[in-house]
């Protein structure tokens, strides 16, 4: 079984200093923020990003200032979108504890999550390598053009394998890559390593969404029944991308009925959710991450730290394989 | 009278540049921020806020690369803050026309708000100069604290004229400060030109919310009777506060009971308007507004260009007396 600590193991001196840096970010003197961001730090996850920025320094040499300032600012443009994306989905619930926008209210919401923004920008100043600065202004722009696109698709649903993969390249892979890439920037690797850690950051996080997109169709997560969520939502993901794909007329045709409905009843999400089952689509969904895995793998075969590439590689498959 | 258009003469070419860099900040080829857009360039105002940036730095010598992007960059900051406050507030119109949120959605809101954001910030990574960074960074945050410190004001009223001018200074002013701050720093001014500049920023910034706090009040503005949509929300500001201070206790036990009504019915709010106006709170706020507008003049003292003082002057001018 792969334990998250030991892919830490590696780094666990500059992550423990990466976490009293991370901390610093959130003082404030103003009473509601106070509030705001502790609720926020006792919810804030695994922290896998900051983690892989680094991991992916210390592959290439060593971790220095302008590192944990990219994972720091990285971490929480990360934060802001899970905030911002709480209040316009109305998700009331987030790592088992209620959402900003819940626990206080959208304007606290809305206000705390853009006055992080200014907080994460604030690292860019404190960079003398203009790839940083692109690198991070890219990432916060292109964080929001994956979600319009995403929108546009939930409005006019379309079964396209293509599209699915700009989705959640742009709204999901931007930040693992980003996160690879700055690390490696920070830490003066050469342009060959950059770009062999950059695609390793994107294939890691395409294999993260389309993980989060199965657990939506399947009997294997933690709570042992799909949860439907985005079906709900007509939100179209690869295992009924796939299944669509390889149906007949008769069965698209359904499909596309049942995607008209204004609001989804539990026939119609039954009948999507065993459709795409049936139909392979979360084997098809699988096997997409085991071909992504191992582009990512032969990224790192120019690097000779082992202990390194040993942690990413556990990365990769604790995300592929994990069951929440 | 003040023309808007006199204002900008001393500067008409760069304006002119700006407006052309400004809109380029615009280009996208995702259709619905296209939408958007169009929608904001449509409504965009009268931009008091880079022409004034463009006159700091004319008067201090002359408009720089750096000059536009700051003046584009905290244009767009502004722009960010009236979408995402619309949201958070339900505003749904928007200089006569409908909010972003009532035109499309308030994820379309966020995220386009998000989206520019970011765009802002690019700017930043343009910038050699660590005290254009750290003001833009600083504005960021500023704005954002004066929301919630005004947030927490809603839901305990003070009549506390300190706490307002607090509030205000950092919801309002930071802008106008900023933007006289950057034009001075990125035309390479003295040290002393640069704080009376900024000063002269933050005190016009101070009389343009007290105007817009006394258009709430009043029968002068343009649609010729008090708006009270600051009272509706229970918003304390400056009339209401003299008024307060200068009451008898039982006028104040009275204001105090009218206030803890969940919502305000017609005869309270005609009540606390008819309140300020007859304790002299909208001459009071026009008193301070006067001294505000004494002390930014008296910044001016130790430039020689008259030609751009007086159309600073007409700026502070046109604030003060504007109808809407």
Redesign the interface.
């Known amino acids: 079984m792969i334990i998250a600590q030991s892919i830490k193991e590696p780094i666990a001196a500059e992550y423990a200093k990466f976490s009293q840096l991370f901390e610093t970010a959130f003082q404030t003197s ?4 106070k509030q705001v961001y502790a609720h926020l730090l006792s919810t804030k996850g695994k922290q896998i990003r900051p983690v892989l920025t680094l991991l992916s320094a210390k592959l290439c040499g060593e971790v220095h200032q302008a590192t944990y300032f990219a994972a720091i600012g990285l971490e929480l443009l990360h934060t ?2 899970l905030i ?1 994306d709480d ?3 109305e998700t009331l619930q987030r790592r088992g504890l209620p959402s900003i926008n819940s626990a206080f209210s ?3 919401a ?3 999550g ?2 992080l ?3 994460a ?2 690292y ?2 404190k960079f003398d390598d ?1 790839r940083l ?2 690198a ?2 890219g990432v ?2 292109t ?3 994956g ?3 995403q ?2 698709n939930y409005n006019r649903p379309q079964f396209d394998e293509k599209l699915y993969l700009n989705i959640i390249a742009k709204k999901t892979a931007v930040l693992f890559s980003s996160c690879m890439y700055t690390g490696a920037v920070s830490a003066s690797a050469t342009d060959e390593q950059i770009e062999n850690l950059r695609l390793f950051g994107e294939y890691l996080g395409l294999c993260f969404q389309i993980k989060d997109d199965i657990f939506d169709y399947s009997n294997s997560n933690e709570i042992g029944k799909p949860t439907a969520n985005d079906i709900r939502e007509k939100k179209i993901t690869l295992p009924l991308i796939y299944a669509y794909n390889n149906a007949s007329e008769e069965e698209k045709s359904t499909a596309d009925n049942l995607l008209k409905m204004p609001v989804l009843d539990k026939q119609a999400i039954d009948w999507l959710l065993n459709f795409a089952q049936q139909k392979g689509g979360i084997k098809y969904a699988e096997s997409r991450m085991a071909e992504y895995r191992q582009l990512a793998v032969k990224q790192l075969t120019g690097f000779d730290n082992s202990e390194i590439t040993d942690s990413l590689i556990a990365a990769l498959d604790y995300i592929i394989t994990r069951k929440k």
Chains 1, 2 share one sequence.
Do not use: M, W
């Not at 103003?30 to 923020?33: E, V």
């Open positions: 103003d009473p509601i923020l802001v979108s911002h209040v316009v989905d959208n304007k606290v809305v206000l705390s853009d006055y923004l200014a907080q920008f604030s860019v100043g203009q600065t692109d991070f202004t916060g722009k964080l929001t053009e979600e319009l696109l929108l546009r």
